[in-house]
């Protein structure tokens, strides 16, 4: 098992879903969490999970569109624990205009967290990126960033921006020993209050078309491939933007169709 016991780690986003299981995982490998969301009720719930569990943890509140709050959240980090060694730039806000909006507030909205707000959190932390020497960024992206989905045109542009934005700053904090990679999930499955992916049999079937492995992905597998990028076994890996989907964007998009009309007619 991964050990980060003297670590501090900052997740965004953290009180559901990926961002959850993250900050979970992270303080189960010894590292200390500062959780930060919007959704105070729940970030409080998971803040108190952790400390029953033995996790040392925090709960702040930061909404990542004010540029104020994005410097309080890690000056809070780094007053609560006295260091900042990793930052998981995970947030993601409610998305649901498929392409073109009416209004330019959802495309506005989507560029300010995904995009704007983990530029500000790298720039804020980097002093204490850089304290840290071993400092570490982790952006967390999509296949999205590489072929398109029914999420919004905006959730696109700003995946497949993040990843160059890991390769700049790859490039140039390297020298400062602070390494910036980005993890790119494909189809995983909801970790609280989802429909699973496996629920139905035409799902079912999809799912064991697509994707060569015949499953959809778990949080923690995720998690896992964070953790990896967080310790020093991967001391040499920098600027990386590592898909993680079980196989599923390996083939074409006719070959696919062709291979569930197939198995769909011999169920």
């Keep these: 098992m991964i050990d980060l016991k003297g670590r501090v780690v900052l997740v965004t986003g953290a009180a559901s879903g990926l961002g959850r299981v993250l900050a979970r995982n992270f303080g189960r490998a010894g590292a200390s969490v500062l959780l930060s969301d919007i959704q105070d009720e729940?970030?409080?719930?998971?803040?108190t999970e952790f400390k029953n569990e033995g996790i040392r943890s925090k709960y702040f509140s930061a909404n990542l569109t004010d540029g104020a709050e994005i410097k309080g959240v890690v000056r809070a980090c780094i007053s609560e624990f006295g260091a900042l060694d990793i930052l998981i730039n995970n947030a993601r806000p409610p998305l649901k205009e498929f392409s073109f909006p009416d209004t330019m507030s959802e495309w506005d909205l989507a560029m300010a967290v995904l995009l704007k707000a983990p530029a500000l959190?790298?720039?804020?932390?980097?002093?204490?990126?850089?304290?840290?020497?071993?400092?570490?960024?982790?952006?967390?992206?999509?296949?999205?960033?590489y072929q398109i989905s029914h999420q919004s045109l905006s959730y696109h542009v700003a995946k497949a921006a993040i990843v160059q934005m890991t390769r700049h700053l790859a490039y140039e904090l390297g020298p400062r020993r602070i390494r910036v990679n980005a993890i790119c999930p494909g189809l995983i499955e909801p970790t609280q209050n989802g429909n699973s992916v496996n629920a139905n049999p035409v799902k079912t079937l999809i799912t064991e078309t697509v994707v060569p492995i015949q499953r959809a992905g778990q949080a923690?597998?995720?998690?896992?491939?964070?953790?990896?990028?967080?310790?020093?076994?991967?001391?040499?890996?920098?600027?990386q933007a590592i898909t993680i989907d079980g196989g599923m964007t390996l083939a074409c998009q006719y070959h696919t169709a062709t291979q569930v009309l197939n198995r769909a007619a011999k169920s």
């Design 220 to 239: 923690d597998e995720i998690a896992d491939l964070a953790l990896f990028l967080a310790s020093d076994m991967s001391s040499y890996i920098n600027g």
């Design 42 to 47: 729940l970030g409080e719930s998971v803040h």
């Design 121 to 145: 959190l790298v720039a804020e932390a980097l002093p204490a990126l850089e304290r840290s020497k071993r400092g570490t960024v982790i952006n967390i992206s999509s296949t999205n960033a």
